[in-house]
């Protein structure tokens, strides 16, 4: 009798790299056409349209990328981990491959998110580097991911090194709380409450709307890199497969 | 499952007291690093004083990381690590036994041996007692922690510096709340809430870690 | 508009070092991301079709 599968059928079929490599040859001109439309259209209205703000004037201006970016940082790291998880518990080499595909991007949104962030302080609190709680916990992210990479260069067997990050991927996700918690407690001994880098409740539309919008186009653009990376990874592994010899020498 | 616990404890504790030498360089390594920063900084009582609560937590993280690359390295590489993990017992309890045996060798003289350093650095008396409590709840997860880092490694050639930079920044909330722990001592002001986080993450550490460190384990052995 | 002039906009109030500084660098990085692999998988099809069209010839 046939084992009951948890999953829906379209999660198993995503398990073939042929199948992964079709559909992301269908998906990746609409992300990436996304992608390019949303970053455009928000890049220009938030530096062109959008008001300055009353205190902090056109550097102001640096949040529409220092905002989006550290979230999709915490959300890559997120999908590395789930992915690596899907990956051991399914035996899934396309969920290993996806992972394996989203930590250099995930690193470089933590790196964005820092360098906004430190020379967004500059004109804002007069020097280029602060320990404010969320810059010192996007600096630790982004220590974490390069554990996730240097642990996978260092290892040779693909499939350990798979399993090897997703395991420190998990304890890293399980430890991102903690560390959140601990630097934010931590931040709040060492300097009164000064006012954040970003005024969260007190934006008026004009300010937040194309911050949505640049969130949205991040988003767009991390399936683009992530489907682009993926497709790569795979033709390295599936080299010797048929439907890759068929393709290629179609072309 | 409880014989096999106390038989691999014995039994690494044995191995280790066999290379007496080995136990002491960790606790050297934490004396001589506390004693470069009078030496590069400023030896002014005062100054230290201020340091000494975060210099002496970062050197006991510090000492923590130099012993971990050897936690599963001789077993894994005579074979016996393969053995263990093929054997009936838990590995849960495996890993729980050579963790034990690691800080009970690293983390626990580190704790005793902290007293002096205290002194070294000017650490108001009053602190002292918070030092050695706070080290002792402390380097438990930090031996935890680390070996997770270490099972994930035991397999490599050059483990050692990849396994400081896997494993430093989960250590950073422990060094936060050790350090301050002992920085509130010095003024006087209530630790116990400290204390009662560093005892969380300790229990948190002894549920969840040993799983990882089978896991890694088994992926490090399965090459 | 928020600027009434282009050197206005290229100015940002006395912020524009900062802002394109940001803006600029993190461009560049997206545009890595994107570029890298790009190239990559050009490289690979490249020689993926040389070593299958070495391999047709040999039989």
Not at chain 1, 174 to 193: F, G
Not at chain 1, 238 to 246: C, D, L, N, P
Not at chain 2, 81 to 95: D, G, K
């Amino acid at each position: 009798m046939a084992k009951k599968q948890i999953m829906p059928l379209w999660f198993y079929q995503l398990a073939s790299p042929k199948y992964c490599y079709q559909i992301t040859s269908k998906l990746l001109p609409l992300f990436a056409g996304a992608a390019l439309v949303l970053l455009s259209v928000g890049i220009v209205w938030g530096l062109l349209f959008a008001p300055q703000d009353y205190q902090q004037g056109n550097s102001f201006r640096i949040i529409y990328i220092h905002v989006p970016s550290a979230i999709l940082a915490q959300s890559i790291y997120i999908t590395m981990a789930l992915s690596g998880a899907i990956g051991i518990i399914w035996k899934m080499k396309v969920a290993d491959m996806v992972a394996y595909a989203c930590a250099p991007i995930g690193a470089s949104m933590a790196f964005i998110a820092l360098m906004t962030g430190a020379i967004w302080g500059k004109p804002t609190w007069g020097s280029w580097w602060v320990w404010d709680a969320r810059l010192t916990s996007m600096l630790i992210l982004l220590f974490l991911y390069f554990g996730v990479m240097a642990l996978y260069s260092a290892m040779e067997n693909n499939a350990n090194a798979a399993r090897a990050t997703a395991i420190l991927s998990l304890v890293g996700l399980v430890n991102i709380p903690i560390i959140k918690y601990s630097v934010d407690w931590w931040n709040t001994l060492h300097q009164p409450a000064t006012f954040t880098l970003t005024k969260k409740p007190a934006m008026p539309v004009e300010m937040w709307l194309p911050l949505l919008v640049m969130l949205i186009g991040f988003y767009c653009f991390f399936a683009t890199a992530m489907m682009l990376r993926l497709r790569n990874e795979i033709l390295r592994r599936e080299k010797r497969a048929g439907w890759v010899k068929k393709m290629i020498t179609k072309t | 499952m409880l014989n096999a616990f106390w038989a691999e404890l014995k039994r690494d504790l044995l191995l280790a007291f066999r290379n007496r030498g080995d136990l002491l360089n960790p606790l050297l390594f934490f004396v001589m690093v506390a004693a470069l920063f009078p030496l590069g900084v400023s030896p002014a009582a005062d100054f230290l004083a201020k340091l000494a609560p975060g210099v002496l937590w970062v050197c006991a993280l510090l000492s923590a990381l130099l012993s971990l690359d050897s936690l599963f390295k001789s077993d894994y590489e005579d074979g016996t690590l393969e053995q263990l993990l093929l054997s009936s017992e838990s590995s849960y309890t495996l890993a729980m036994a050579k963790t034990i045996a690691h800080w009970l060798t690293t983390g626990l003289p580190l704790a005793i041996l902290a007293p002096l350093l205290a002194v070294m650095l000017f650490l108001p008396t009053q602190a002292i007692g918070v030092l050695v409590l706070s080290l002792l709840i402390g380097t438990p997860t930090l031996s935890l922690i680390g070996a997770i880092a270490s099972a994930l490694t035991v397999g490599l050639k050059k483990g050692g510096v990849l396994i400081s930079l896997i494993v430093i920044p989960l250590y950073i909330p422990v060094l936060i709340f050790g350090a301050s722990a002992v920085q509130n001592a010095t003024l006087g002001l209530p630790v116990s809430a400290h204390l009662a986080i560093l005892g969380a993450m300790l229990i948190l550490s002894v549920v969840l870690a040993p799983f990882a460190i089978a896991a890694s384990l088994r992926m490090s052995v399965s090459n | 508009m928020q600027f009434n002039t282009w050197l206005d906009f290229i100015h940002m109030g006395g912020h524009g070092f900062y802002v394109w500084l940001s803006f600029g660098v993190s461009i560049l990085v997206l545009m890595t991301n994107i570029v890298s692999p790009w190239l990559s998988i050009k490289g690979t099809e490249k020689s993926l079709a040389r070593k299958f069209q070495r391999e047709s010839k040999g039989q």
